[in-house]
């Protein structure tokens, strides 16, 4: 089964910084990108970040260019957010995502997520 665990998120200060993990495993198709989105309370989920599979440049909402930056470890199977400057409406439940194809099928999975609060 896909699995995807994400860790690191807590309470800060606006200004502080986090780093997000989230631990892969257990696929058996395609990867073509993982990456996180984010949902705040009362708010529709909404993309933060992704990074190709097999090489490319990662993408970013406009919001977190020059504040977050994801990357992935050497042996692929965990990707990073870290997240400099936050601010109050960073707050939200980061939901870390893979995006692949089975055969010829589009696939994606969600992990649970970590919760990020920030506050003055």
Do not use: H
């Amino acid at each position: 089964d896909v699995q995807l665990q994400a860790s690191g998120g807590g309470s800060v200060q606006a200004g502080a910084s986090l780093r997000l993990s989230c631990a892969a495993s257990g696929f058996t198709f395609a990867i073509v990108t993982m990456g996180w989105f984010r949902q705040a309370p009362g708010k529709e989920r909404e993309f933060v970040a992704d990074i190709p599979w097999n090489g490319g440049s990662a993408g970013y909402t406009d919001a977190m260019k020059g504040r977050f930056t994801i990357s992935r470890d050497n042996a692929g199977d965990t990707v990073f957010l870290q997240m400099n400057n936050l601010k109050l409406e960073d707050t939200a439940v980061y939901l870390c995502n893979v995006a692949g194809i089975s055969g010829r099928t589009p696939v994606q999975y969600w992990g649970k997520g970590t919760l990020v609060t920030v506050s003055s």
